[in-house]
């Protein structure tokens, strides 16, 4: 399974709304090894609407 800190830089970018940004780079800095079942939510939707986005074009 790939780590949540790969997939939180997957995600990031400099275009992303202020508090999107900020609660990716929170969650990198979690001193845990999981995230809770809201972050895997937030982060699964993250990665969704940035495929979504991608194919879009």
Same mark, same amino acid.
């Given at each position: 399974m790939q780590s949540f800190?790969?997939?939180i830089s997957r995600v990031y970018s400099s275009g992303l709304e202020q508090s999107v940004q900020k609660f990716l780079e929170s969650s990198g800095k979690l001193n845990r090894?999981? @995230?809770t079942? @809201?972050?895997?939510? @937030? &982060?699964? &939707? &993250?990665?969704?609407?940035?495929h979504n986005k991608e194919s879009w074009g």
């Open positions: 800190s790969d997939r090894a999981y @995230l079942a @809201l972050e895997e939510k @937030l &982060l699964s &939707l &993250l990665e969704s609407e940035l």
